[in-house]
């Protein structure tokens, strides 16, 4: 099954973002609804996941040249 969106509806796009999150509500912790809202622009037919993760991982692999830490930074 292809997850592209030229191959799926939006209703299907829906579904695969539900399944994959959990089918969370986006209320149990407060991130919830922002990691929905992530992969708003798939559902909608805007960008592929592959692009929203790619940007993602991109953040998060810059965020973690910061200098190292000693210890848990308590103390």
Same mark, same amino acid.
């Given at each position: *099954?292809?997850? %592209? !969106?030229?191959? /799926? /509806?939006? &209703?299907?796009?829906?579904? !695969?973002? @539900?399944? +994959? %999150?959990?089918? *969370?509500?986006? +209320?149990?912790? $407060?991130? +919830?609804? $922002? %990691?929905?809202?992530?992969?708003?622009?798939? !559902? &909608?037919?805007?960008?592929?996941?592959? &692009? !929203? @993760? *790619?940007?993602?991982? +991109?953040?998060?692999?810059?965020? @973690? /040249?910061?200098?190292?830490?000693? $210890?848990?930074? *308590? $103390?």
């Amino acid at each position: *099954m292809s997850i %592209l !969106i030229k191959d /799926t /509806t939006r &209703e299907e796009r829906e579904r !695969i973002v @539900n399944e +994959s %999150l959990g089918a *969370m509500d986006a +209320s149990c912790d $407060g991130c +919830s609804a $922002g %990691l929905y809202e992530m992969y708003e622009d798939y !559902i &909608e037919g805007r960008r592929e996941l592959r &692009e !929203i @993760n *790619m940007q993602y991982r +991109s953040g998060y692999v810059r965020s @973690n /040249t910061k200098p190292d830490r000693i $210890g848990c930074g *308590m $103390g």
